[in-house]
């Protein structure tokens, strides 16, 4: 089998599953031995990505993915893990977990979260980093895409003010060093090819062309030193991750030939082959490697609609393997081609683009698959773009109750790289290298569904036949017609009606990832064990909006008081929150009057003006300076928010500066009069100290007490805070100014008015 090995710089924690490939180690695997750096026949090389920044793990978008393609004839892969934390002495070493995986993106799980029904999936191949340097070796690795995944813990579901805590950023840099073969002897079929071992292992491969129904590998005429017997080991097959199924053959001590069979080997691939001696560093061994394969005979059916595809179809036919006769031909139970029976039923498959990772998969004259007990029925899905491995594959399988009798069933695999043909053998579902996905119809069961996350890239194989333990003399007349949908799909479900489906990309490479609200959680957000009620999101949507409306009690202190441009910014403010928390709730309460991006920049743009016109009013500037500071301090705002909306700084500082604007004032008065301001110590008891404790208190909440699963109520009682202070701390009116003032100069009517630079009075 494959190795992998593990060096950290200090304590490094490995979880390898059920796999067992993390050794730890300082050295490359002692398969290739101490020579392996001499062998001129490897090559190393080295392939490195740009670093991102790693996040708290809340959902599969916080984790960052890297796509790197090892090259063929690999016999070493070793993974170079680096972590670099940023942002100052007081950013501690934060546990960070690595996937790997071939093939396809990690399916990973760190919340512990259930998986839709019907979804299978491996666990993940995992490292948990303590320290900020590993290194990963994996033996024989397989050619093709790898990717390796990496998040921080999962986040602590606290709402952070961007700017109020340190900021300790997390730099995650994987490099990839291959050593690879560059000298591989050709094992051709039924010709023995002579190996002679003496200090370095021998690299062999043999190409499996499809239709391949088993691969014999057998070792023969093996000497040690001109002695007959020897210990020779073949290791056969790349090493994968998470789930590893290479074939190891050992030959020890014995005259004898001996040999390995492979059923259903990967079709259309190179198989790689080790031979390495294990009679010692200095003795030479000489043998003979032979390998067979046993040809499968297919029948294809439906092909006289083959000319009818459309404009974004594509139809899965082998080439030189077509009937003479269009159409499907029965040949009944034995028949044959040539000089030997068929051994599967080629349905061809028509591939139909239907968006970005979206794609439908047909029987060719779009009717349902005949199953039968003689042979399987297999279909194939072309998922080897490359592009086809960041969505999810579904297969859902119907048959009619009453075509299936009660002692007939349907047995169906899903494997990738080749179909499993043994169903008359076992029904495991495992090929040479894969473990396959079982499913079964029966008059019990008439439906079947699978879920593969992340499919691996390859073609992938649906086979079917028909099986019937109790009476077998049953089978031979029976056929079963079987409707399939296969599809591949960005999300399942869409993500559900509390789940947005969105696509991710790391350079150009897109996969597909569930977000969730509500409380619901899992990879489809199907996870219902801390999902809202219904009442629970009726519940938080009019706490979040309805507190909106002890605005009311400052908008009418403004009009009162005669501040006209203050209650027109407290009402914008109202307005705004009121329709952007309507928009904002994540379940079924939800009602978005403008785009949600613009309600949300006129909630913040409202804040925050609201605290800067209410400290300029506090200051009682003149009207000229009041007026200009108010459009200054707007136009800050909208410029600042456009250029980070979370900042805690574009918020804070106006702000500040209007204090020191007020406080200044308010020390000049103190000066000129040389009596406190205000004057009055009931304006400070019963107005002002009230209105900053309300303040500090909304300030404390907002920066330190909100979390994901509070925050309905602690924002709300935000808004009331926030109200009720701003009501507290506006000014009274001027002595001589009438209440509801401003309604009188809207009337028709005699007004004596005076002219402030000349001390004019004129009747109007």
Partial sequence: ??????????????????????????????????????????????????????????????????????????????????????????????????????????????????????????????????????????????????????????????????????????????????????????????????????????????????????????????????????????????????????????????????????????????????????????????????????????????????????????????????????????????GSVGDGPFCLRGYQVTREYMDVLSVRFWPLDRVSVLVQSDMPSVMRLQLNTGMDSGGSLTVSLWANQSVISNATSVMACMNAASPFLGFNSSRNCTTAFFQGYPLSLSTSSRKANLVIPYPETDNWYLSLQLACPQSPEECEKASVPVETTLSLVPCLNDCGPYGQCLLLRRHGYLYAGCSCKAGWRGWSCTDNSTAQTVAQQRVAALLLTLSNLLFLAPITLSVHRCLLVEASVYAYTMFFSTFYHACDQPGEAVLCILDYDTLQYCDFLGSGVSIWVTILCMARLKAALKYVLLLLGTLVFAMSLQLDRRGAWNMIGPCLFALVVMITVWVYRCGHRRHCYPTSWQRWVFYLLPGISMAAVAVAIYASMMTSDNYYYTHSIWHLLLAGSTAFLLPPRDKHTEPWACSQKLTCRYQICKNHREELYTVT
Avoid at 310 to 318: A, D, F, I, T
């Fill in 1 to 334: 089998m494959g190795r992998a090995g593990l060096r950290t710089g200090g304590a490094a924690a490995a979880v390898a599953g059920p796999l067992l490939l993390l050794l730890l180690a300082r050295a490359p695997p002692a398969a290739a031995g101490d020579s392996r750096r001499s062998d001129f026949r490897l090559v190393s090389e080295q392939y490195s990505q740009s670093p991102q920044k790693l996040s708290f793990y809340s959902w599969y978008g916080s984790a960052r993915l890297f796509h790197f393609r090892v090259p063929p004839d690999s016999v070493l892969l070793r993974w170079l893990l680096q972590v670099s934390p940023g942002g100052g002495p007081t950013c501690a070493n934060l546990e960070t977990t690595v996937y790997f995986r071939y093939g396809a993106p990690p399916v990973i799980n760190p919340l512990g979260t259930s998986f839709p029904a019907n979804t299978s999936m491996q666990p993940s191949f995992l490292i948990k980093m303590l320290q900020s340097n590993a290194s990963i070796n994996v033996s024989h690795p397989a050619p093709g895409d790898w990717f390796v995944a990496a998040h921080l813990p999962p986040s602590s579901q606290k709402i952070e003010v961007k700017g109020f805590v340190p900021t300790c950023a997390y730099i995650f840099q994987p490099d990839m060093l291959v050593v690879r073969a560059v000298e591989v002897s050709i094992l051709e079929p039924d010709k023995p090819l002579p190996q002679t071992l003496l200090s370095h292992p021998s690299y062999l491969k043999i190409f499996v062309p499809e239709y391949t129904q088993e691969l014999r590998l057998e070792v023969q005429g093996c000497v040690s030193n001109g002695s007959l017997g020897c210990a020779v080991h073949l290791t056969v097959g790349s090493a994968t991750l998470p789930s590893n199924f290479q074939k190891v053959l050992t030959c020890t001590g014995s005259t004898q030939a001996c040999h390995l069979l492979l059923p259903s080997p990967p079709w259309d691939q190179w198989l790689q082959v080790t031979a390495k001696s294990l009679a010692g560093p200095h003795v030479l061994v000489a043998f003979s490697v032979v390998a067979a394969l046993t040809a499968c005979k297919p029948w294809i059916v439906n092909f006289q609609h083959l000319q009818q595809n459309g404009p974004n179809q594509s139809c899965s036919v082998p080439p030189g393997l077509l009937p003479p006769n269009p159409g499907y031909q029965d040949l009944g139970r034995n």
